[in-house]
């Protein structure tokens, strides 16, 4: 089964995802939304904090592209190590339909040809195969995420924060609403653990007990 574990960027997706692969061992694998050496990302994402001009639609193309080559390839591992659909876990450390979140702020100031672009592009890549049958969503607040942020220290991130602070502060009030209207349009069940005032323990906790929960009710 794949699992997404979504939010915001600083809110735990990662420490999270490592626990959880941990916790379950060799009944489960963990897709990463990036790997760290992975150069063309780091660019790419480099470019799009820069903001070099006429290159978010490039960016959140390339995006999809990536996570569902990423996806292919991670379930093509799952199948041949013999894993059992039925109870094994692929957790996804965010989902494709997330990247519909940050396109509708990337694109924001784009032509409404543009956005119908993406639209049709997104509609046509994205499948049902693709998403998660089950998501949890890590909720933070935004002073929590710029806490979160630097504790992290990604280097392009904190370079650049004072350039990008009014695209973090768009990313943080649409975020939660817009992961909801794309988990109804795909019918992904989820649920929202509230991160704040908890422990990286405690959220750990919590998603396991979900996780449980969700496999029960299957």
């Known amino acids: ?3 997404g574990i979504s939010g915001m960027i600083g809110s735990g997706k990662s420490v999270l ?7 379950y061992k060799k009944n489960a694998l963990l897709l990463n939304e990036f ?4 150069e063309v990302f780091n660019t790419m994402l480099k470019w799009l904090y820069d903001r070099k001009p006429n290159f978010d639609i490039t960016f959140q193309t390339y995006a999809i592209e990536h996570h569902l080559g990423m996806v292919e390839q991670i379930k093509n591992d799952f199948k041949n190590k013999a894993m059992n659909p039925a109870k094994d876990i692929i957790f996804l450390d965010r989902f494709i339909a997330e990247h519909y979140v940050f396109a509708t702020v990337n694109l924001s100031h784009s032509s409404q040809k543009i956005k119908d672009a993406y639209e049709a592009l997104f509609a046509k890549m994205v499948t049902k195969e693709d998403i998660p049958e089950f998501a949890i969503f890590l909720d933070v607040s935004p002073t929590e995420f710029k806490k979160r942020l630097f504790a992290r220290g990604r280097k392009v991130e904190i370079d650049s924060f004072d350039q990008n602070k009014d695209y973090f502060d768009h990313l943080l009030r649409i975020y939660k609403d817009t992961f909801e209207k794309v988990a109804n349009r795909y019918q992904i069940k989820f649920e929202i653990i509230d991160t704040n005032d908890l422990t990286e323990q405690q959220v750990f906790e919590k998603a396991v007990e979900l996780i449980e929960k969700h496999k029960k009710e299957k």
């Open 1 to 3: 089964m794949l699992i």
């Open 17 to 23: 995802s490592e626990k959880l692969i941990k916790h």
């Open 35 to 38: 790997e760290e050496e992975d």
